[in-house]
């Protein structure tokens, strides 16, 4: 029982670790965002597409209080497939506005 019970968690720690790894195969994505992303239940990198950056991010709030601004940027940099710093100035702004009352 011991042993199934320890090749069940390698095959889900090893599920993880492949999901995160996709995860940072998008810009601005990083090993700790990915993983927190997989814990919010965003797996894949078409999940994270289809939620968009602001549910993606309101999901990330429930697991992580210190969600910040830069976070949501990075996660619709990730969406677009660009560069946080190559995001335009209106979704910027957009986002800020979105994050100050997601603060309210």
């Not at 810009?27 to 965002?33: A, M, Q």
């Given at each position: 029982m011991?042993?199934l019970?320890t090749f069940?968690?390698q095959?889900l720690?090893r599920?993880?670790m492949?999901?995160?790894?996709?995860?940072?195969q998008l810009?601005n994505i990083?090993?700790v965002?990915a993983q927190?992303?997989?814990q919010?239940?965003?797996?894949?990198?078409?999940?994270?597409r289809?939620?968009?950056?602001?549910?993606?991010?309101?999901r990330?709030q429930?697991?992580d209080?210190t969600a910040?601004?830069?976070?949501?940027?990075?996660?619709?940099?990730?969406?677009?497939?660009?560069?946080?710093?190559?995001?335009?100035?209106?979704?910027?702004a957009?986002?800020k506005?979105?994050f100050?009352?997601r603060?309210?």
């Amino acid at each position: 029982m011991i042993y199934l019970r320890t090749f069940n968690e390698q095959i889900l720690q090893r599920t993880t670790m492949k999901q995160e790894l996709s995860l940072t195969q998008l810009p601005n994505i990083g090993k700790v965002v990915a993983q927190k992303l997989v814990q919010a239940g965003i797996t894949t990198p078409e999940e994270l597409r289809l939620a968009g950056s602001e549910q993606a991010f309101i999901r990330l709030q429930t697991i992580d209080e210190t969600a910040c601004l830069c976070m949501l940027q990075a996660l619709e940099g990730a969406v677009q497939g660009v560069r946080t710093c190559d995001l335009s100035k209106e979704r910027k702004a957009e986002l800020k506005d979105f994050f100050n009352l997601r603060r309210m």
